[in-house]
């Protein structure tokens, strides 16, 4: 018996045509019947559901400007309006003659890189993975708290109190590397960073970075939709030429970070910062420079702000100095980034704790804390240089940094972190720095936790990085 469709093949009866399945509704028809009001703010909130909800998918082609008026009944103009709209938050992309399109929004994911610093081997033991400061390095916190809440009752009794203490600003503004148009404090670098990302960087934008960078920051301009434009850095900064290369694709910003740079511990060059900001002179491009090791570096206090006070925002963290559960840093620069940050900030966290400004302001004029700070960053410099004058007799090559963290240039990043772990000693893997993978692998180690006074750990750690070094499995990355 000849097979066809609809047929039942087992003699069991004439079969019921099969039925077809429901034509799916056109764009068109989806749009017209989500929209419940035909203004173009009715019109853009009706697409951004139907995108939200996922009846719209990241890519699809949405009706012609034409299409949707006559089928709405509006002026097309009313539809132009809802697609810029639309535009301007990122959720449809024009394309010239080919329409305008869903955008390919990145789904809000786990920040890889941030997590992938430390999701390397050697969970026991040392950890020299976490790039933070040694709690023994830091001025006490509780006994400032102390002396700045005795014989005080009251803290902030009102929300229109000036969200920096005026003591603090203007001890900050005494101490900037360059007279700030406007300055505020925040909840940490992390906070200051997100948040001139979300003001000044839009999907599709493109954006300066270190290469290798600080893994957060890769982050949150991945997630903002941003294209990275990485450059190189050298003993001095960021190298000029590949910032001018670089400017020649017009970027909205450029992210550095001035001194001990995460990962090599680069402190940029007075000389380098008068060349970079040369070229930067006349063009609309933003700098953020992250000063996130602040007191403890020993490199100079160095800004573009100083030649560029109208295109610099400068920020300061007291995480590496004085602690990061304090969670202040401080942000100066040009008013219009400085302002809207402020601005945004009222409908968040609306302040930083005034008592914990309280607290900053006692630390940083309190001459005990000043000396603890001190003595610090002469303990940091000489764990550092401890570290690389042990591994260059091994023969292992690794940044001249300052700071608490070492560059190290390894053969194999698993097998090295897989050696380490195996001596007991965990490190952060070098691939969620690297903004393109390199020639050459690395490991970044937290040298600002080791004691100096422990000098069988030094040497076992020295030896165990150089033999981390050499080991090879011929897998990069993890
Ligand atoms: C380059 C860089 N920026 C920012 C931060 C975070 O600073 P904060 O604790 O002030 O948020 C860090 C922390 O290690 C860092 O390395």
Redesign the pocket.
């Given at each position: 018996m000849l097979m066809t469709p609809g047929t039942a093949g087992d003699g069991a009866g004439p079969a019921m045509p099969a039925e077809a399945p429901p034509e799916p509704a056109s764009t068109l028809d989806r749009v017209v019947a989500a929209v419940d009001s035909t203004s173009p703010a009715g019109i853009a909130a009706a697409i951004s559901r139907l995108i939200r909800s996922g009846a719209l998918t990241s890519g699809e082609r949405l009706p012609t400007v034409r299409e949707l008026a006559k089928a709405l009944g509006v002026s097309p103009s009313t539809i132009s309006e809802a697609w810029q709209a639309l535009g301007s938050v990122g959720a449809v992309q024009a394309r010239g003659r080919a329409g305008t399109f869903v955008s390919e929004v990145p789904e809000p994911s786990t920040p890889r890189r941030f997590v992938g610093i430390s999701a390397g081997p050697g969970d026991q033991g040392l950890d020299l993975s976490t790039?933070?400061p040694c709690p023994d390095l830091l001025p006490s916190l509780r006994d400032a708290l102390q002396r700045v809440t005795e014989g005080t009752e009251q803290w902030t009794t009102t929300y229109l109190d000036p969200s920096v203490l005026p003591e603090l600003e203007a001890h900050l503004t005494a101490s900037w590397p360059f007279t700030p148009e406007s300055l505020t404090v925040v909840d940490?670098?992390?906070?200051a960073?997100a948040r001139i990302v979300d003001l000044r960087v839009h999907l599709g934008d493109r954006v300066v970075v270190e290469d290798p960078g600080?893994p957060?920051?890769l982050d949150m301009l991945d997630r903002a939709g941003a294209e990275l434009l990485p450059v190189s850095m050298d003993d001095e900064g960021i190298v000029v030429a590949d910032l001018v290369q670089a400017l020649g694709s017009e970027p909205v910003a450029v992210f550095l970070?001035p001194r001990a740079q995460?990962p090599t511990g680069t402190s940029m060059s007075i000389e380098r910062a008068a060349a970079l900001a040369d070229v930067l002179q006349g063009s609309h491009v933003i700098v953020v420079e992250?000063d996130?090791s602040g007191d403890i570096a020993t490199g100079e206090d160095v800004s573009l702000g100083v030649h560029l006070p109208a295109q610099v925002v400068h920020i300061r963290?007291y995480?590496?100095s004085h602690g990061?559960d304090l969670?202040i840093?401080a942000v100066g620069g040009t008013a219009d980034v400085i302002e809207p940050l402020r601005a945004g900030r009222l409908l968040g966290p609306a302040w930083t704790s005034r008592l914990l400004q309280a607290v900053l302001l006692e630390l940083l004029t309190d001459p005990t804390a000043i000396g603890q700070v001190t003595r610090a960053r002469a303990a940091y410099a000489m764990r550092g240089l401890a570290v690389r004058a042990g591994l260059a007799r091994e023969g292992v090559h690794a940044t001249t940094g300052d700071g608490i963290n070492v560059w190290v240039e390894v053969g194999d990043e698993r097998a090295a972190l897989l050696s380490l772990a195996a001596q007991g000693i965990k490190v952060a893997p070098g691939a969620p720095f690297q903004v393109e993978p390199g020639d050459t692998d690395h490991i970044r180690v937290t040298t600002g936790l080791l004691h100096e006074d422990d000098t069988d750990q030094f040497q076992r750690v020295i030896s165990a990085i150089a033999t981390a070094a050499k080991a090879a499995t011929g897998s990069r990355g993890i």
């Open positions: 790039g933070t940490g670098a992390l906070d960073l600080f957060p920051l970070q995460n992250d996130h963290s995480s590496k990061p969670r840093a």
